[in-house]
């Protein structure tokens, strides 16, 4: 269990992030199209997620338009942005803002990559969706950087970030 902060409030999460050096854990998210996805559905990429309570929050759609500037020209790279929002609403929120390169993806059919990243929020108003986190992985989805956000309303340590997304 880790404890993190909303709006100076503490509140829990299910356990840990993985430790750098793992395999990170395989996931079945949901993209815009309803499509189930995994890690392997790109494979040899390094993979930038980035994990947040819902896109229709300012500090969550503003480290979304961060990610998706930072990964353009970056082919060797995805950007994931992880949230419980439906994948309509964070499709819309993409097109919407022109967002073309980080791909958003929905925990609409079940909360395991919450549990498994171990970024469940456990109790407080936010209970059942994930806190703020940044996890990097390498192409071969080693863990390479975590970052908990620790307090919900502040945005996560791009430059860190991407500097170990290379």
Known sequence: MATVTLQGNP???NGGLPSVG????DFRLVDKDLNDVSLATWPGKKKLLNI???LDTGVCAAS???FDSEM???ADAVALVVSADLPFASGRFCSLEGLANVLPLSMMRSRDF???YGVLITDGPLAGIAARAVVVLDADDRVV???LVPEITAEPDYDAALAALG
């Open 145 to 147: 950087y975590t970052q």
């Open 64 to 66: 979304a338009r961060r």
């Open 52 to 54: 947040v309570p819902s």
């Open 11 to 13: 509140i829990h999460t």
């Open 22 to 25: 793992s395999a990170a854990p």
């Open 72 to 74: 353009a020209g970056k």
């Open 114 to 116: 919450a549990r498994d």
